[in-house]
């Protein structure tokens, strides 16, 4: 069965960087993208970006773009999110999600777990 | 980018009651792009229907996804105790995808 299984809660400073795992399972990593999606808390979902998880070409969000860098490991089926100058507002739980490698019609059909981000000094 | 205004923001309902949610966009979008998820606390969250009305894989047919244009709703027709949780629609016909704020179902 796919499963999306994420690295665990972090608890960072201000001005820090995170670097997040999702190991993907059960289907082959290649033929699919994987979208990052964080939630703060009590919020509705905002949407990162996605990387091809075959060619490993990426797409960010405007709000994120410099500051973020999604990678992956094929030989590990893992793709991984970094973030960089952590501040306050940046807590959240970052999801990622499967998505067939499209610009459009990519709704998330498998979600990892999520992984609890904390920024505070 | 495309807004997506979800309403009510909350809905108060009885198991075996109708809920119809809301799903207004800022301009009009395909309707094969616009998907709906549930989530539960603490969980996270789970695709219901995408393509405005084709249901996921192992969604019951009490979820019902219809509309087109910039309206858009998803319909459960009796609801079960398992069905109380928040539910997002989500754009993906373009960069950026986008999500609503949700609709919180809560047992009356």
Request: proline share 4%; aromatic share 10%.
């Amino acid at each position: 069965q796919v499963q999306l299984v994420q690295s665990g809660a972090e608890a960072k400073k201000p001005g820090a960087s995170v670097k997040l795992s999702c190991k993907a399972s059960g289907y082959t990593f290649t033929d699919y993208a994987i979208h990052w999606v964080r939630q703060a808390p009590g919020q509705s979902l905002e949407w990162m970006g996605w990387i091809n998880a075959g060619l490993g070409n990426t797409r960010y969000s405007q709000n994120f773009q410099d500051r973020v860098t999604f990678t992956r490991d094929s030989s590990a089926s893992t793709a991984y999110l970094e973030l960089s100058g952590l501040r306050s507002e940046d807590t959240a739980t970052y999801y990622c999600a499967r998505a067939i490698v499209a610009t459009i019609g990519t709704e998330f059909d498998y979600w990892g777990q999520g992984s609890l981000v904390t920024v505070s000094s | 980018e495309v807004v997506l205004t979800q309403s009510p923001g909350t809905l108060s309902l009885s198991p075996g009651e109708r809920a119809t949610l809301s799903c207004r966009a800022s301009r009009t979008i395909s309707s094969s792009y616009l998907a709906w998820y549930q989530q539960k606390p603490g969980q996270a969250p789970r695709l219901l229907v995408y393509a405005a009305s084709s249901r996921a894989a192992g969604i019951p047919d009490r979820f019902t996804g219809s509309g087109s244009g910039t309206d858009f709703t998803l319909t459960i027709s009796r609801l079960e105790p398992e069905d109380f949780g928040v539910y997002y629609c989500q754009q993906c016909g373009g960069s950026p995808l986008s999500f609503g704020g949700g609709t919180k179902v809560e047992v009356k």
